[in-house]
């Protein structure tokens, strides 16, 4: 069984051990993987970490000020918010393929981080890798943006805490942390957000639009007390016909994906019950201009992956 006390003692040892009185800095991003990460290694060298929010223009709904409020203002990190969507929009102009999506934005987070550091002459990069992120992207299955988004040649040291555990051991961590139910049980969001949720080439109105559908999504979920491993509503590439009062329209789709899992490695589509998913579908189309289908996704993993991209 696996012993969230003793593997945080170690961890914070061998932290103290690598990290030593240099700095270190941490690309937080709210999620249960970088939270923990975080608090394991501001427990091993408090100050000497600093913590760095990247608002790429592709978080979720409200989640810049939850972020900074709970770590800045409850937990008492050293944590510096940085907004920087035209700068990963303006590098994502043109791109399409999910492999270069992935890439581009890990790329564009070690510049963001590198910048950060020097000027606080920081030796170590933290991240939140766990073993599916490894397993996955060394499997030619998709690359994630802190394994294969990092460039060679980054001066940075890298400290990754939870590069041996599975999603369900990490939560189980940030229980033992004393993280709130908001952290430890919060779904996973990827490292690139809603860029790969909008399949192809990403806009400002599609980013727009998936924020939205996520947002509803997440709240009619929490309704309906349903608490899958893993939920997200993506948005394909073209537009559907459809019909808005007795006009014809020509919008977009919405895919929902809601899946059970235990360590992310495998997946299985979530009967959600109907009631639920015809609601999500009346407030997308009716609350978000420009939607005219929403469909949902009945897909295992695998052959599918969780996210689309």
Excluded at 46 to 64: I, P, S, Y
Excluded at 171 to 198: C, D, K, Q, T, Y
Aim: aromatic share 6%; glycine share 8%; hydrophobic share 45%.
């Amino acid at each position: 069984m696996f012993d969230a006390k003793g593997f945080i003692e170690e961890a914070i040892g061998e932290i103290k051990s690598q990290v030593g009185r240099e700095t270190a800095i941490i690309g937080l991003s709210g999620g249960v993987d970088s939270s923990v990460a975080a608090i394991l290694v501001h427990r091993a060298i408090g100050k000497h970490l600093l913590a760095v929010f990247v608002n790429h223009g592709f978080m979720r709904k409200g989640e810049e000020e939850e972020i900074v409020q709970t770590f800045r203002g409850d937990l008492g990190m050293n944590l510096v918010a940085i907004n920087a969507k035209k700068r990963f929009f303006k590098s994502l102009k043109g791109v399409t393929d999910p492999e270069a999506k992935r890439k581009v934005i890990g790329e564009m987070f070690i510049q963001v981080f590198e910048e950060e550091a020097k000027k606080d002459e920081a030796a170590f990069l933290v991240q939140g890798t766990i073993a599916p992120d490894w397993i996955e992207s060394d499997g030619g299955i998709k690359s994630h943006h802190n394994v294969a988004g990092l460039p060679s040649g980054m001066v940075l040291k890298l400290v990754e805490p939870l590069r041996d555990l599975y999603k369900d051991e990490v939560r189980v961590v940030a229980r033992e942390l004393g993280l709130p139910p908001s952290i430890s049980e919060r779904m996973p969001f990827p490292g690139p957000g809603l860029a790969i949720r909008v399949l192809g080439e990403i806009s400002d109105e599609k980013v727009d639009i998936v924020r939205e559908a996520n947002a509803i999504l997440e709240e009619e979920l929490k309704r309906a007390d349903l608490k899958p491993w893993q939920a997200l509503a993506a948005m394909p590439e073209g537009r559907s016909v459809g019909v808005k009062g007795d006009i014809r329209d020509y919008g977009y789709a919405i895919v929902v994906r809601a899946v059970e899992s235990i360590d992310a490695m495998t997946a299985t589509s979530m009967e959600m019950p109907w009631p639920t998913l015809k609601t999500i579908m009346k407030r997308i189309t009716r609350e978000i201009p420009g939607v005219t289908r929403v469909l949902y996704d009945l897909t295992d993993k695998p052959p599918a992956t969780i996210e689309f991209e």
